[in-house]
């Protein structure tokens, strides 16, 4: 309708610079991430054209991807991951640009960091070279994934030359059932829409299950945007997003916190405007998911049997997955579990799956696995004593870092191996050469740990 501006239009808007006629808008970055694995390359292209770079302190960067999670006080053994930070500490230095290093009390996964440190902010434009930077969006910002060519662009002009894409919005309202998790709900949305159903789209969440979703939770939605194929995912700004940010170390203090806020209130979809697609849910119809195939989409209720293949991808998928159509998820012999990566890394996730190990023990054969998503979250789980419970339990506490979510480190899972994990990408050796990932909750993976199998939770 006419007027009527979404939440992702109005935060859009804002940021114009300049619009070509009929063709793409330069849009302003507020915030620019940076890790080890994408930026160097960037960096040596302006380097190559004789380029500064122009806003040096919009820009924050840490080392997330290849890091080992021990010894992190020691230098870097693998010899190319140990050059790729040694890179980017390098890089930093020499543009003036603030770094979180290892050893850093800031370090972590650039996902986790940013928002923890009060840098994400409602309304702003957030980018990184990295597809999971839509998990920004939870706060109301428009967040996306970029690639390296664009990061050089971004470097030079703190601009981006953009097509604005289509909207969509998926509502979820209702009451979700027992036992089921943010992972969850996105589980199931991306095993109704596709893995391209996204496509083209940005995408707003919306409905009482998001309002009455924590921050964190919030993260783990919005982070998993992209495996839907959309740019990214918003939630609109509330009084869990201001309570969230108030105080954080870069959140704007007094007067300046005032005027953001009396800003940020305004940014929410007009009650009339008009979708390119839409997608409502029942929320009584989730309940705790997990994958059984190679994309993100191929996902069930932990309550299934393995479905039927639809077509000769899937085929493939339960083939490389080692998985029969009919077979219950209870055979599924697991003896790997990871709680960890920028989906699942925040403290609230570690108190989730804490509180259900909580004087229990993991199964004998299963290596659990728990990697805090940042350094404060490391911190935070050793005051408040969760470090004890996981120990007890047989489970191995690591250092900060993306670790076995995709396994550029030494954390990889056997070949042939099934490993639950709380990330957000089961490809084919995405945790290591022919590992089977299942993707879960935090909650469900604390339950696979102990009972070394996949069921269904006792209501
Ligand atoms: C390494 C990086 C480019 C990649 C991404 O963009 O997402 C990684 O973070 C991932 O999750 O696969
Ligand atoms: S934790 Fe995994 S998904 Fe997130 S940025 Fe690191 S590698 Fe990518």
Same mark, same amino acid.
């Given at each position: 309708?006419?007027?009527?501006?979404?939440?992702?239009?109005?935060?859009?808007?804002?940021?114009?610079?300049?619009?070509?006629?009929?063709?793409?808008?330069?849009?302003?970055?507020?915030?620019?991430?940076?890790?080890?694995?994408?930026?160097?390359?960037?960096?040596?292209?302006?380097?190559?054209?004789?380029?500064?770079?122009?806003?040096?302190?919009?820009?924050?960067?840490?080392?997330?991807?290849?890091?080992?999670?021990?010894?992190?006080?020691?230098? #870097?053994?693998?010899?190319?991951?140990?050059?790729?930070?040694?890179?980017?500490?390098?890089?930093?230095?020499?543009?003036?640009?603030?770094?979180?290093?290892?050893?850093?009390?800031?370090?972590?996964?650039?996902?986790?960091?940013?928002?923890?440190?009060?840098?994400?902010?409602?309304?702003?434009?957030?980018?990184?070279?990295?597809?999971?930077?839509?998990?920004?969006?939870?706060?109301?910002?428009?967040?996306?994934?970029?690639?390296?060519?664009?990061?050089?662009?971004?470097?030079?002009?703190?601009?981006?030359?953009?097509?604005?894409?289509?909207?969509?919005?998926?509502?979820?309202?209702?009451?979700?059932?027992?036992?089921?998790?943010?992972?969850?709900?996105?589980?199931?949305? #991306?095993?109704?829409?596709?893995?391209?159903?996204?496509?083209?789209?940005?995408?707003?969440?919306?409905?009482?299950?998001?309002?009455?979703?924590?921050?964190?939770?919030?993260?783990?939605?919005?982070?998993?945007?992209?495996?839907?194929?959309?740019?990214?995912?918003?939630?609109?700004?509330?009084?869990?997003?201001?309570?969230?940010?108030?105080?954080?170390?870069?959140?704007?203090?007094?007067?300046?916190?005032?005027?953001?806020?009396?800003?940020?209130?305004?940014?929410?979809?007009?009650?009339?405007?008009?979708?390119?697609?839409?997608?409502?849910?029942?929320?009584?119809?989730?309940?705790?998911?997990?994958?059984?195939?190679?994309?993100?989409?191929?996902?069930?209720?932990?309550?299934?049997?393995?479905?039927?293949?639809?077509?000769?991808?899937?085929?493939?998928?339960?083939?490389?997955?080692?998985?029969?159509?009919?077979?219950?998820?209870?055979?599924?012999?697991?003896?790997? #579990?990871?709680?960890?990566?920028?989906?699942?890394?925040?403290?609230?996730?570690?108190?989730?799956?804490?509180?259900?190990?909580?004087?229990?023990?993991?199964?004998?054969?299963?290596?659990?696995?728990?990697?805090?998503?940042?350094?404060?979250?490391?911190?935070?789980?050793?005051?408040?004593?969760?470090?004890?419970?996981?120990?007890?339990?047989?489970?191995?506490?690591?250092?900060?870092?993306?670790?076995?979510?995709?396994?550029?480190?030494?954390?990889?899972?056997?070949?042939?191996?099934?490993?639950?994990?709380?990330?957000?990408?089961?490809?084919?050796?995405?945790?290591?050469?022919?590992?089977?990932?299942?993707?879960?909750?935090?909650?469900?993976?604390?339950?696979?740990?102990?009972?070394?199998?996949?069921?269904?939770?006792?209501?």
């Amino acid at each position: 309708m006419n007027g009527t501006k979404t939440l992702f239009d109005k935060v859009w808007d804002a940021h114009v610079v300049e619009t070509i006629p009929d063709g793409p808008q330069i849009i302003y970055i507020d915030k620019h991430l940076i890790h080890e694995v994408t930026s160097p390359q960037a960096f040596a292209e302006l380097e190559s054209r004789n380029l500064e770079v122009f806003r040096p302190k919009q820009i924050v960067a840490t080392a997330d991807h290849n890091v080992p999670t021990w010894d992190q006080d020691k230098p #870097i053994r693998d010899e190319s991951s140990r050059n790729q930070v040694q890179q980017l500490t390098e890089n930093c230095k020499k543009n003036n640009i603030k770094l979180y290093d290892l050893g850093h009390p800031y370090q972590g996964i650039v996902h986790i960091i940013a928002p923890e440190l009060g840098i994400t902010q409602p309304g702003m434009s957030i980018v990184c070279g990295d597809s999971h930077t839509s998990t920004h969006g939870a706060f109301g910002s428009i967040a996306f994934g970029i690639g390296t060519s664009q990061v050089a662009q971004v470097f030079a002009s703190q601009c981006l030359l953009l097509n604005k894409p289509k909207s969509m919005r998926i509502t979820v309202n209702g009451q979700l059932n027992k036992n089921v998790q943010p992972k969850d709900v996105i589980l199931y949305i #991306i095993s109704k829409v596709g893995t391209d159903g996204g496509t083209g789209y940005f995408c707003e969440y919306a409905g009482n299950v998001f309002e009455e979703m924590s921050m964190e939770g919030r993260m783990t939605v919005c982070n998993m945007s992209i495996e839907m194929g959309a740019r990214g995912g918003m939630i609109a700004p509330d009084e869990t997003t201001f309570n969230y940010v108030k105080g954080r170390k870069f959140a704007p203090k007094g007067e300046e916190w005032e005027e953001k806020l009396e800003y940020w209130k305004t940014l929410k979809s007009d009650e009339e405007a008009v979708f390119d697609a839409e997608f409502s849910f029942d929320a009584s119809e989730i309940y705790p998911m997990v994958t059984y195939g190679t994309n993100p989409g191929m996902g069930i209720s932990i309550s299934q049997n393995i479905p039927d293949p639809q077509n000769d991808s899937e085929e493939k998928a339960l083939k490389y997955m080692g998985l029969k159509a009919g077979q219950a998820l209870a055979d599924i012999k697991v003896n790997y #579990i990871f709680i960890g990566s920028c989906t699942n890394a925040r403290i609230e996730d570690f108190r989730s799956a804490a509180n259900y190990i909580k004087g229990k023990r993991k199964s004998e054969h299963v290596h659990a696995l728990i990697v805090p998503g940042s350094q404060q979250v490391a911190k935070q789980i050793y005051e408040e004593g969760l470090d004890k419970i996981f120990t007890e339990a047989g489970f191995q506490i690591r250092q900060p870092g993306c670790s076995a979510c995709l396994a550029m480190n030494d954390d990889k899972i056997p070949e042939g191996e099934y490993c639950v994990s709380t990330s957000n990408r089961n490809f084919e050796g995405r945790q290591g050469q022919g590992a089977r990932t299942i993707l879960a909750s935090p909650l469900t993976a604390a339950k696979v740990a102990v009972e070394g199998k996949i069921s269904a939770f006792e209501n």
